[in-house]
């Protein structure tokens, strides 16, 4: 098979799956390297093709099914998880965290977060990779982009966040 051929089956298997496909799954399918299927990926971003990268993988950004808000918070960064559990545990997707820096505005890290699992592997690839989360730029003070199913676990979210006191006001 040819790049262009590679390309095509990339593009398609993103198109189909609902969850993000890792570069090493897919160089694993296409028996290819790691680093040739980000090329790809770039090659074809630079195409017109709307990939998102997420922590776990590339996927194509869909029309969000219900209810999309956006929620300011503030804690400490070894109260990440607890934050996180507490959306996802209403049954809600955490699809990314925003944060204003002072030098490059508006920066958002795609998450695309729905289950405690997911919560769990993110924490861990963070400790990982000793990576320090976006919210450790403003003090701790970020926003998250939240997919409800329905205004009812919305309002849940907002009541646990209250509660466990991460809303910033």
């Not at 290819?32 to 093709?49: E, T, Y």
């Not at 960064?77 to 545990?89: K, W």
């Amino acid at each position: 098979m040819d790049a262009q051929q590679r390309r095509q089956i990339i593009a398609r298997r993103l198109g189909e799956s609902a969850a993000p496909l890792s570069a090493a799954a897919l160089a694993r399918e296409l028996n290819v390297s790691r680093q040739v299927i980000v090329g790809d990926v770039a090659l074809l971003r630079a195409g017109g093709l709307d990939i998102t990268a997420t922590p776990r993988g590339y996927l194509l950004p869909r029309p969000p099914a219900g209810v999309v808000r956006t929620f300011a918070c503030r804690h400490r960064a070894d109260q990440m998880e607890e934050e996180l559990n507490a959306m996802v545990d209403q049954g809600c997707t955490v699809l990314d965290v925003i944060v204003e820096h002072p030098i490059y505005g508006q920066l958002t890290g795609p998450l695309r977060l729905a289950s405690r699992y997911d919560v769990a592997q993110f924490v861990a690839r963070c400790r990982q990779e000793e990576a320090a989360p976006l919210s450790q730029l403003t003090e701790g003070v970020h926003l998250h982009t939240v997919l409800c199913p329905d205004q009812g676990a919305a309002d849940r979210v907002r009541e646990t966040l209250e509660r466990l006191d991460f809303l910033y006001r």
